[in-house]
């Protein structure tokens, strides 16, 4: 069985631009989950959505926003970047009823 | 409000000795209890999970950790490293918000 699958790998991107990343979560799998995670502020969750409704929400503004499509893959956006939006983001799905998440491998963002 | 707490940020070993990586959590309500590894430049990968049963649990690369209710920890041992354990290791919770709390990781650095 696949695994999570996370698209693209890496990406450098320029202040004031937006960025698109994409999770393919495993066959079967109807949660998905995103995280941010950098040196200074560890892990931290974004949202989750499951079966297309955003269930949970982080503390993070409006400029990241995600959603979620009817085959359970998910894309997050982040609108005008920011420096500070430098960051590995992860994405992670679960099975309905299990508290186990499942991790990609990762998109590295770099803004420039 | 679950929170985890990983004491020490990184823990030197010699190969082949064993270790112990601490991590105690805070919640007012029952929880889900994750050890997870991260190699350099990958995502999340389960190490071992608590759900429910014996509290000595076990997971794999011949790791595992033991659930202490009245201490509130989750402490992850192996009893002789190698090598490629070298990662970081982070802890988590799932409690009534049903997302994962992390800990801030744990360096865990192997020498020959």
């Known amino acids: 069985k696949a695994g999570v699958t996370q698209t693209p790998r890496y990406l450098i991107k320029t202040r004031g631009q937006q960025v698109t990343l994409s999770c393919s979560p495993i066959?079967?799998?109807?949660?998905v989950s995103w995280y941010q995670q950098t040196p200074g502020q560890g892990l931290q969750f974004l949202f989750e959505?499951?079966?297309?409704?955003?269930?949970n929400k982080g503390n993070f503004p409006g400029r990241f926003s995600g959603r979620q499509f009817s085959n359970s893959r998910s894309e997050m956006n982040v609108s005008t970047l920011e420096l500070g939006d430098s960051a590995l983001y992860l994405c992670?799905?679960?099975?309905?009823?299990?508290?186990?998440?499942?991790f990609g491998q990762g998109t590295r963002l770099t803004v420039v | 409000a679950q929170s985890v707490t990983q004491l020490d940020s990184q823990v030197p070993v010699f190969e082949e000795a064993p270790v112990e990586l601490r991590c105690n959590y805070s919640?007012?309500?029952?929880?889900?209890l994750f050890w997870y590894v991260q190699y350099p430049n990958q995502g999340l990968q389960l190490l071992l999970k608590?759900?429910?049963?014996?509290?000595l649990v076990k997971g794999i690369n011949g790791f595992e950790a033991e659930f202490n209710k009245s201490q509130t920890s989750f402490h992850l041992r192996k009893p002789s490293v190698h090598i490629s354990d070298t990662a970081e290791y982070f802890c988590?919770?799932?409690?009534?918000?049903?997302?994962?709390?992390f800990g801030t990781g744990t360096r865990l650095q192997v020498f020959p």
């Open positions: 992670a799905s679960g099975l309905e009823g299990t508290p186990e998440a499942f």
């Open positions: 066959s079967g799998h109807r949660s």
């Open positions: 959505y499951f079966s297309e409704t955003q269930r």
């Open positions: 919640s007012s309500v029952s929880v889900y």
């Open positions: 608590y759900l429910s049963g014996s509290t």
């Open positions: 988590a919770v799932v409690g009534g918000t049903d997302k994962l709390i």
